[in-house]
């Protein structure tokens, strides 16, 4: 599939390395690239994309402002030369972060990734969310949502843990994305590195370890009080 994408960064060399890593890139087709982020943002809310390269620190409208100005359907790769901006960075409609200066291998890891979950995406509508695609060792392979226990995160890559799998499937994608297409009513974060199937819990121990599959997962603070909510109101007695 072709994913349409635009650039905004106020410096100039970055949009040139930017614009001719996306002329490398077959499935990646730029629409346009804005060093005026002002401008950007009434652009792409007329002419959206799926893809949006977007560096932080601008002037006047800085790029975690702009991601939460534009057309919802659009996704974010953040660019930037300041690392402590990362953990921000998934707050918002990012799909990755890739920090400055950017190599080739880094870019096409990360629109890998994007590639991914709009395949994730249009296999979802087709589906009705009982099944999606994953991009596994080259191969497309379909996965029943049904069948997923938990999903793990781990540095650039996603495990999901499926019934009756030995060995999980290991794919390019953020945590962030794979929380975006799992259906929210039966699917929940509870770490950091983890989103659990809510049906597939054996037991939570009063230290908010879960016990699922065979792995045991701790609820961490930031994702304590949704864990919590939902056991009130669906295990009374827990």
Not at 142 to 171: H, Q, S, W
Request: charged residues 25%; proline residues 4%; contains cysteine.
């Amino acid at each position: 599939m072709n994913i349409t994408c635009a650039i905004v960064d106020d410096e100039p060399l970055a949009i040139s390395l930017l614009e001719n890593f996306v002329r490398r890139t077959p499935f990646l087709e730029l629409k346009a690239s804005y060093n005026d982020s002002v401008q950007a943002i009434t652009e792409l809310k007329a002419h959206p994309v799926n893809l949006l390269f977007l560096d932080i620190q601008m002037p006047d409208l800085d790029g975690m402002e702009l991601s939460r100005m534009v057309p919802s359907e659009t996704r974010i790769i953040f660019t930037t030369a300041f690392k402590e901006y990362a953990f921000d960075s998934y707050e918002v409609n990012a799909l990755d972060f890739l920090l400055k200066p950017i190599r080739y291998n880094k870019f096409l890891a990360s629109v890998e990734k994007a590639k991914n979950w709009f395949e994730m995406l249009s296999s979802q509508k087709q589906d009705l969310r009982e099944s999606f695609y994953l991009r596994v060792d080259g191969e497309l392979k379909r996965v029943d949502i049904a069948n997923i226990i938990y999903v793990c995160g781990m540095k650039d890559y996603v495990m999901f843990y499926l019934k009756n799998e030995k060995r999980p499937l290991v794919t390019h994608l953020t945590m962030k994305a794979v929380e975006e297409m799992l259906p929210s009513n039966d699917f929940m974060r509870v770490h950091r590195s983890y989103i659990i199937s809510l049906n597939k819990i054996r037991s939570v121990d009063r230290n908010n370890c879960i016990y699922i599959g065979d792995e045991v997962i701790h609820v961490t603070d930031a994702y304590k009080e949704l864990f919590d909510q939902y056991l009130k109101k669906n295990l009374p007695n827990s």
